[in-house]
C-alpha cells in the first residue's frame, strides 16, 4: 500500500502494486484490472467518487508494466473535476482495488492513501497561506498577495517609522540641504553644500565665472557642514575660487609665450632678459649677453654628446629594408668587428657574445653565386 502523505492538487498520482501466486509465492500475472475495480473515498465517507474519469491503467493495460511479471499499476488525476468538488485541498483520500483476479482467487486490497495540499503556485514550492504572525492573524494586505509589515527594530533597536523620518530631516538640514540651486544659479540658505559643489565643478571644467558665497550667518554650537566649507575657503586667505581665473590670467602673461620666444632669443646670441635667471648662478641673461656662456660653444657640445653617444647592439632580428639611422651604423658596425660564420649555404653575423643575430642564404651554380636577403638568426 502507498501512503503518499501530502499531494499539491491538481497531481497525478501513480499506484503500483504486485501479484503473487498463493502456493509457492511467486509474482503472478493478474487478471481483469479495470478502472471501474478502482474505488476512491474521501476522509471517513462511504460514498465512492461518483465518476472513473481520470483514473488510468498505466502501461495500456495496467497488467504486467513494463512487461515486468506480478508489476501492476495505474494513476489518479486529482484535477479533474468531474465529480464536481471532489478533489479539495486539506481532505483525505484512500484507493481501493476491488475486485481483481490473482491465482485463481478474487482479491479486494486497499492500494493506497493521499492527503491533498493546495495547489503550487511554483513547481516544487509548497504553496504556504499566512493565517498568522505568533498566533497573530496579519494585517489585511495593501497589496494583494504582499504581507504588510510593522517594524518595531532597526539594527537591532527599538526605533520606528517616524523617529527615522525625523533623523534624516535632521540630516539634511545639517549638512546645508540638498535641493538645486535658485532660477538665477545663485546658492541659497537652504542649499548651500549643493550650490558650492555645482560652481566649484564649473570652474574646474573651466566654465566662465567666479563663485560667490553668501553670507554666512553667526556660527552656532551646531554648525553645518556646509558652514565648514565656507569657513576653510575664507579663513586660509590663501586661493580663494574667486582668485582663480585672475591668477591663471597672470601666469600667462609673465610667461608671456615663451616657448616662441627662445628660438629668437639664440639666435641673437643671448636670452630674453624677460626669460630671468634660469638656474641661479649658472645660466643667466646676462651671462648669456656677455659672452660668458657661448651659443656656438653650447651648439658644439651638444654635438660632442650625439657623437660620443654609445650605440647598442642590435638584437636579434630580421634586417629592416627602412631602418633607423642608428640601427643602420650599428648592423654596419657589427659587420665589420663581430665574427662572421660562412658555410656552403649559410653566412651567419654574431654579436659580441657570439649569438647569431641575422644571417643570409647562400647559393652557387656554377655560374652565378648568390646571397640572399638577410633574415633573422640563429
Known amino acids: ?59 495500456t493495460d495496467g497488467i504486467d508494466v513494463d512487461t515486468i511479471t506480478g508489476i501492476h499499476g495505474f494513476s ?34 486497499v492500494a493506497g492513501t493521499f492527503y491533498l495540499t493546495p495547489a503550487t503556485a511554483i513547481a516544487g514550492h509548497q504553496k504556504v497561506d499566512v493565517g498568522g504572525w505568533l498566533g497573530t492573524a496579519p494585517a489585511t494586505p495593501t497589496v494583494a498577495g504582499v504581507p ?51 560652481q566649484l565643478i564649473n570652474i574646474l571644467v573651466g566654465t566662465a565665472g567666479v563663485v560667490t558665497f553668501p553670507a554666512a550667518a553667526a556660527p552656532a554650537n551646531a ?46 646670441g643671448r636670452m630674453d632678459s624677460d626669460v630671468g635667471a634660469m638656474q641661479a648662478g649658472t645660466v643667466t641673461a646676462a651671462a648669456v649677453a656677455t659672452g660668458a656662456i657661448d651659443a656656438d660653444a653650447l651648439a658644439a657640445d651638444a654635438v660632442d654628446e650625439i657623437w660620443d653617444e654609445a650605440i647598442a647592439e642590435l638584437a636579434q632580428a630580421t634586417p ?16 665589420l668587428r663581430n665574427a662572421i660564420t660562412v658555410t656552403s649555404t649559410t653566412k651567419s653575423f654574431t654579436n659580441d657574445a657570439g649569438t647569431v643575430i641575422w644571417k643570409k642564404g647562400l647559393s652557387d651554380d656554377g655560374t652565378t653565386y648568390t646571397e640572399a636577403e638577410g633574415v633573422s638568426g640563429p
Not at 481483469?32 to 502501461?59: N, P
Not at 473535476?81 to 481483481?100: L, R
Open 1 to 59: 500500500m502507498h501512503c503518499w502523505g501530502n499531494v499539491p492538487l491538481n497531481s497525478v498520482i501513480p499506484f503500483f502494486f504486485d501479484a503473487f501466486d498463493g502456493g509457492t509465492g511467486a509474482s503472478i500475472t493478474l487478471t481483469g484490472l479495470a478502472v471501474t475495480d478502482i474505488e476512491i473515498y474521501k476522509g471517513t465517507s462511504m460514498t465512492q467518487r461518483s465518476s472513473d474519469a481520470g483514473v488510468v491503467l498505466l502501461d
Open 320 to 335: 629592416s629594408a627602412t631602418p633607423a639611422m642608428r640601427a643602420a651604423i650599428s648592423a654596419l658596425y657589427m659587420a
Open 76 to 109: 489518479i488525476d486529482t484535477s479533474n473535476d468531474t465529480d464536481a468538488g471532489f478533489y479539495a485541498a486539506g481532505s483525505f483520500y484512500t484507493v481501493v482495488v476491488a475486485s481483481v483476479t490473482i491465482d485463481a482467487q478474487t482479491v479486494n486490497f
Open 223 to 268: 554648525v553645518s557642514l556646509a558652514e565648514i566649507i565656507r569657513a576653510i575657503y575664507d579663513d586660509t586667505n590663501e586661493l580663494q575660487v574667486d582668485d582663480y581665473p585672475t591668477t591663471i590670467a597672470a601666469v600667462q602673461a609673465d610667461t608671456d609665450n615663451i616657448q616662441t620666444r627662445i628660438p629668437a632669443a639664440l639666435v641673437g
Open 148 to 198: 504588510e509589515v510593522d517594524l518595531t527594530h532597526v539594527a537591532g533597536s527599538t526605533t520606528s517609522v517616524s523617529t527615522l523620518a525625523s533623523s534624516i530631516a535632521t540630516l539634511l538640514a545639517d549638512i546645508g540641504g540638498v535641493a538645486t540651486a535658485a532660477a538665477d544659479g545663485d546658492p541659497t540658505a537652504t542649499d548651500l553644500l549643493f550650490a558650492y559643489i555645482k
